[in-house]
Structure formats: C-alpha cells, structure tokens
C-alpha cells in the first residue's frame, strides 16, 4: 500500500524556468511533510518541509504548497538551475508518531537543461 | 561540523551470510534510523533507536536488528541474507526535543550488494 506517491518518474525543464514536482498522499493522518532531494552516491539532503496547518512554506528558490483538501503536495522550483538536476523525494510523517518515522514516495528525476 | 558518516560504502555478501553496517550521527544528534531503499524506490523505515533501545520499528522480519551505543553511533545488522536485501541502506541521524523527533539528516549510505 503506496501511501504516498510520485507519479511523475521524471521530468525535465530548461534553466531559468519553473520545475513543479508533485506528490499525492493517502493517508489523512500525516499532518508534516518533507521534500529531499538526492544525488547519485549521496544520502538524500533535506530541503523544505511543511506542516499542515500551512498551505505554504517558502525558503529562497524553492516554495512547498500543501492541498489538504485534495492530499496533494508540490515542489516548485524558481528559476531552476543545471545543479538542481537531482532525484526529489517527498516524504510524510504524523504528529502522534514521536520517532518522525518517514514515508517516502518512489522519487521523481529532475533534469535541468543548459 | 560533521555530518553523519556510514560505514563501509559497499559490501557484498552471499546468501546466508550475516552483515553487520555501521553509522556515525551528526554532530549534537541522539537519534538514529535506519532505511533501506531498492533501486528505483524511495527509502523505507527500518527501526529508529534513542537512549540505545529500539524506539519504533518497521515492517522489516527480525532478520534485521541493530543496537545503539553510548556516543550515539548505531549498527544495523542483518542475518541470513537473502538476494532481495540488496539495497542501499541510509542512516538518518536527528534530536529529540520534547518527546519528538525534529528533522532527519541522512548519510551517504551503504550500498549492499547480495549474491
């Protein structure tokens, strides 16, 4: 049972322009979410993450947007550079688990083109 | 400032045979979990220890154990390897603050090979 989905294996933009990743959610118990992003030989590096009593977070580039209603996540990237060429993976937790375990989605390739 | 650091980068075992990985958490970290992530899936939670117990564990059979030391670091150790446990394994090092874990920051990962 995927509780939580990238649907989009990869995709791919041209610098300067916007990249939106998405992830879906199943279950209404999640109530933080995550996005990390991971480069080959590397553990995947946290970057932005938002709680549900927001439906936006923003840090620099990189802006979270959280539908509850719809249980649905996106990742947009503004402007996109080559360097963000990565594996993102969006991850969900709930509050009433203490140890933050985390439920990942299978992960969506971004590529940046020159 | 350190970040988390595992231990060794690539292993490969036989079938049967038992492993043992280590990691080293960040630095000012007491919580470490483990993940195991197959090629083209995202992470999945194996077990989390603080105050060197077990604190949660995931849908993973008892084949997959581990053990947290005094100064944090952490081992994961696997029995009896089967050809479906090759993966790359993550360790993820945080603090507890009030009862809760706060962000997670993962290594590089032990790439397990079995044959």
């Known amino acids: 049972d995927q509780q939580v989905k990238q649907n989009s294996p990869s995709l791919s933009v041209q610098e300067g322009r916007i990249s939106i990743l998405n992830c879906d959610y199943t279950?209404?118990?999640?109530?933080?979410f995550l996005w990390y992003k991971k480069y080959p030989a590397e553990g995947p590096t946290f970057l932005i993450s938002i709680s549900s009593i927001k439906d936006k977070n923003e840090d620099g580039r990189f802006t979270v947007f959280l539908n509850k209603s719809a249980k649905h996540l996106s990742l947009h990237i503004v402007p996109s550079q080559p360097g963000d060429s990565a594996v993102y993976f969006c991850a969900a937790t709930w509050g009433s688990s203490n140890t933050g375990k985390l439920i990942f989605g299978q992960g969506t390739t971004l590529q940046v083109k020159p | 400032d350190a970040g988390v650091t595992q231990s060794p980068t690539h292993l490969i075992k036989t079938r049967g045979q038992q492993v043992t990985l280590r990691c080293s958490p960040k630095?000012?970290?007491?919580?470490v979990s483990w993940y195991q992530q197959a090629l083209g899936q995202g992470p999945q939670f194996i077990f989390q220890?603080?105050?060197?117990?077990?604190?949660q564990r995931g849908n993973f059979p008892d084949r997959f154990s581990g053990h947290q030391f005094p100064n944090y670091s952490s081992e994961l150790n696997v029995n009896a390897l089967l050809l479906g446990d090759s993966a790359l394994y993550l360790c993820?090092?945080?603090?507890?603050?009030?009862?809760?874990?706060?962000?997670?920051?993962f290594g590089p990962g032990t790439r397990l090979t079995v044959l």
């Open positions: 279950n209404s118990m999640f109530d933080y």
């Open positions: 220890y603080y105050e060197e117990e077990e604190r």
């Open positions: 630095s000012g970290h007491d919580t």
């Open positions: 993820a090092s945080s603090l507890v603050a009030g009862g809760f874990t706060d962000t997670q920051y």
